[in-house]
């Protein structure tokens, strides 16, 4: 299993409309084969900054599964006007978990 993080900043005055945006737009993550789950996390310090956290069974899921198809393009048609700049994406292996 992998983590996908993505860091977006998201246009001033924005927030809500994006988080309504990303939700509506979270069922073609959803659909996608490999997908685990994901979540949505606001920044407390820094006002329009975002986390996604995507939990994929492989990276090739992600980058040829999902960003390969239609539902990618159909997700990014809902979330990609409310970015303000590039977003930042990278994938994590769990090296160490806190057993509790």
């Known amino acids: 299993?992998?983590?996908?993080?993505?860091?977006a900043q998201i246009k001033a005055g924005q927030e809500t409309?994006?988080?309504q945006a990303f939700?509506?737009?979270?069922?073609?993550?959803a659909a996608?084969?490999?997908y685990?789950?994901?979540e949505l996390r606001r920044c407390v310090e820094v006002q329009g900054k975002y986390l996604i956290?995507?939990?994929?069974?492989?990276?090739?899921?992600?980058?040829?599964?999902f960003r390969g198809s239609q539902n990618f393009t159909d997700f990014r048609a809902i979330v990609s006007p409310f970015y303000d700049?590039?977003?930042q994406m990278n994938h994590y292996d769990l090296v160490m978990q806190n057993p509790a």
């Open 85 to 87: 700049g590039p977003s």
């Open 53 to 65: 956290m995507i939990h994929w069974n492989s990276v090739d899921d992600h980058m040829v599964g």
């Open 32 to 34: 996608a084969d490999g």
């Open 1 to 7: 299993m992998v983590l996908e993080i993505v860091t």
């Open 23 to 29: 939700t509506e737009a979270s069922r073609f993550i």
């Open 36 to 38: 685990i789950k994901h």
């Open 17 to 19: 409309a994006f988080e």
